[in-house]
């Protein structure tokens, strides 16, 4: 049998490595930065930090979701800051932005574009000057959504259409209601690894006895055979009476309906490169956004969806599936720091895929290809 080996630890923390990451995967590829229920309405928006990038994300006069780069085609000021970056600065605040929900204004010389990006006003500027406002829209960042995700893409130009590229997690969520989902509550964790190491932690149960004693006393599976031959594609079952994601493997809330008989009493997952993973249970889905911040730093934004019936209610409670999901969260974020610890040492040139690793083949794949052809010999 042959002896598969992790990525060269130096993959993991080389600032070097992670340019090129963020260059030939964050750069070009779909990166899910959210759900549609956090922007509402006309002029609704958020600023991005995406990998050094500030990203304006709004919907336009029509409801449509628009995203572009955050810099104005005059000068390159920024034209909308994030509040919690106002926040956190001793700048002065300035006006500007979008403004009225209608258009946004660059703080700096006022010129003014509509919620599609084009160019609507200069002040002072006459038609006689020749500067045309309609080679001067905003620079523009693709959008696509797909079951109540937000995916953005910085490369508009070489862009492929999302849903071909995930059409194999949009085919094994089929019967879930992702888009109709409301978030019940959010959980942002920071984490001292590299990216990589926690796509590699998700892809693998080889970990789950040893570090989830808890999730494994609701999913026995887990532990069993070291994690090896579970069936992700019908979903992974719980032990006989539970059905969920909760300490007790039962809740008060309804399932899905719409469920196939798997689904009513199993855990299905997926991990969309790469930075989106689902977990569905026949009740809720936890979603985890990543953010790499840098080669040994990521933000993941935990979300937890319910039906809007249960949010609504007045006495909503979602603690039995946040608590125990917050549980196996902290032992995930301890475990991958552990290995990034771990990976500084001189003496650790690389890692071993065990046979019940087989997926991280992937992630090791899914790397070498997009950077592989950038590394020196
Ligand atoms: Fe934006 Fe001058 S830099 S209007």
Redesign the pocket.
């Known amino acids: 049998m042959t002896i598969e080996s992790t990525l060269p630890s130096s993959w993991y923390l080389d600032d070097a490595i992670f340019a090129l990451e963020r260059e030939h995967i964050f750069m070009r590829e779909w990166l899910c930065v959210g759900r549609e229920e956090q922007l509402n309405g006309p002029g609704d928006h958020q600023v991005l930090d995406l990998y050094g990038e500030s990203i304006l994300l709004l919907r336009n006069s029509e409801g449509e979701l628009r995203a572009f780069y955050n810099v104005?085609?005059?000068?390159?000021?920024r034209?909308c800051v994030a509040v919690q970056d106002q926040e956190s600065s001793d700048q002065l605040p300035l006006r500007g932005g979008v403004i009225g929900g209608r258009s946004i204004m660059?703080?700096?010389?006022?010129?003014t574009y509509n919620l599609d990006g084009q160019l609507q006003r200069?002040p002072h500027v006459t038609p006689q000057m020749g500067l045309k406002p309609e080679e001067l829209s905003l620079h523009p960042v693709a959008v696509e959504c797909w079951g109540g995700f937000i995916f953005v893409n910085l490369s508009p130009e070489t862009a492929q259409p999302l849903l071909p590229r995930i059409a194999a997690t949009i085919d094994q969520f089929q019967r879930y209601p992702l888009a109709e989902l409301r978030i019940g509550q959010s959980i942002r964790y920071e984490v001292d690894a590299n990216w990589k190491v926690i796509c590699e932690n998700y892809n693998e149960c080889y970990h789950c006895g040893p570090v989830h004693p808890q999730l494994c006393e609701v999913v026995p599976a887990f532990k069993q055979a070291g994690g090896a031959g579970l069936d992700w594609e019908r979903g992974i079952p719980h032990r006989e009476g539970a059905v969920t994601f909760t300490a007790s493997g039962t809740t008060h809330r309804r399932m899905f309906p719409g469920l196939n008989e798997d689904e009513q009493v199993r855990h299905k997952g997926d991990l969309v490169y790469p930075n989106l993973f689902i977990s569905a249970s026949s009740d809720h889905i936890a979603v985890f956004i990543l953010h790499a911040r840098d080669a040994v730093h990521c933000s993941i934004d935990c979300h937890f969806l319910f039906e809007a019936s249960e949010v609504d209610k007045p006495d909503f409670d979602p603690s039995d599936a946040v608590d125990f999901w917050h549980t196996v969260n902290r032992q995930d974020w301890s475990i991958c720091a552990r290995v990034q610890q771990g990976m500084r040492s001189r003496v650790h040139e690389c890692g071993i895929f065990s046979p019940m690793e087989d997926w991280n083949l992937d992630i090791r794949r899914y790397v070498s290809d997009r950077i592989g052809p950038y590394i020196p010999d």
Do not use: E
């Open positions: 104005c085609r005059h000068r390159g000021a034209l660059c703080p700096y010389h006022a010129w200069m």
